[in-house]
């Protein structure tokens, strides 16, 4: 390090920047011109790829802030359509905003017509993120008049629809694989009822939402609202980097999401949880997950960022008892989780590789309870996220700074040589 403010590397400095808070960075950019190397980083654990504004998360201290308020306060004191304007604006809205904000996504709530036809196109027991996938991209050849994204304004309305119709879209998904009509949203629900009520009611009879399950849903939404730089957000920033319009570079976000080593780690967790069923069998799946020659892991624990416990995963776990309570419901899949986590955090391997439980490890359990199939967990996480990747996506293209995303490469291929004839080889 030269000084303070500089990186010395061979003959050159290259500056060393701060952000407001959190680990300071070395501006590379001019690094291949001046030194003709490139950096090698695979899986990005070193590299920050933006400047961003949104979200700040300190994975040691196990703190996640959105716009600089913590994770916690928002999910015990807010709604999840004040954290989408927030993270959206910036600034928590007053009452007068929030509600001309609630009235623009309710008013965006319903789809094109003809997607309804679309949806018959997909076989019944799709997956509904192939679904999502596919209905999501396919947005951009409905609505023309929001693609350009030079125009802040048609921006605001792609971003507005988004969020808007995302759950309208997961709810069709779900409908469709159980065989059961569509359902128009209702205009007069919350967002997060307005959900519930698409999933789960059917038009032959009123649907009631349940205030606790409403509050739990919206709860859960705002865990997933935004992450920083992971996976689907680089993935949507990556695609949106080359001017694709916004609703395939969502599209791009969902399907980033569905691994199971991202967003489809709630399925896989749950699954596990079933799995091992009872307690008395969890020391066999801690063995497993130690030993190097199984490629099992305990689903829902561990994180890139996080080394200490995910703070969304202390949420998720208290409103697990709420649901169960307001549902009447138990299910021994709760207990196997409570004491999984206690075995392998009091086990030398877990605490010295800094695994703990992450977002995903109780989100299954409430969303089972509540009844949806594990099959959608996903899906209502992409839901979720889609306001952090639309806010991403809107910093990354007012960002001056924005260029394509494209990564080198340490080439290991052989070197020129001469083609020969097929006969030859
Ligand atoms: N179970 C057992 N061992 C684990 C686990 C786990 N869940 N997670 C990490 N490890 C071990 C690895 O084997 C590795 O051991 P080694 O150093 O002896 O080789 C070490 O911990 C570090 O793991 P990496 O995979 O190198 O860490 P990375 O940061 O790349 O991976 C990840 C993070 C993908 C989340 C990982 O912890 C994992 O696979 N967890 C299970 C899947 C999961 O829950 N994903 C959800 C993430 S949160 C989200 O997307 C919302």
Known sequence: MADTNTLKFGNHDYPVMSGSVGPQVVDIRKLYNETGMFTYDPGFTSTAS???????????????????????????????????????????????????????????????????TF??????????MAIMCGVVGALSAFYHDSTDINDPHQRMIASHRLIAKMPTIAAMAYKYSVGQPFLYPDNSLSYTGNFLRMTFGVPAEPYEVNPIVERALDRIFILHADHEQNASTSTVRLAGSSGANPFACIAAGIA???????????????????????????????????????????????????KNYDPRATVMQQTVREVFDALKVSDPVFEVALQLEHMALNDPYFVEKKLFPNVDFYSGVILSAIGFPTTMFTALFALARTVGWVAQWNEMISDPAQKIGRPRQLYTGPTQRDYTAIGQR
């Open 119 to 128: 949806y018959r196109g997909f076989r019944r027991d799709a997956h509904p």
């Open 50 to 116: 933006c400047e961003s504004a949104l979200t700040y998360i300190d994975g040691d201290e196990g703190i996640l802030l959105h716009r600089g308020y913590p994770i916690g306060q928002l999910a015990e004191q807010s709604s999840f359509m004040e954290v989408s304007y927030l993270l959206l604006n910036g600034e928590l809205p007053s009452k007068g905003e929030l509600d001309e904000f609630t009235h623009t996504i309710t008013r965006h709530t319903m789809l094109h017509e003809q997607l309804a």
């Open 256 to 306: 980033c999401l569905w691994g199971p080593a991202h967003g489809g780690a709630n399925e896989a967790a749950l699954n596990m949880l079933r799995e091992i069923g009872t307690p008395d069998r969890i020391p066999e799946f801690i063995a497993r997950a130690k030993d190097k020659n199984d490629p099992f892991r305990l689903m829902g624990f561990g994180h890139r960022v996080y």
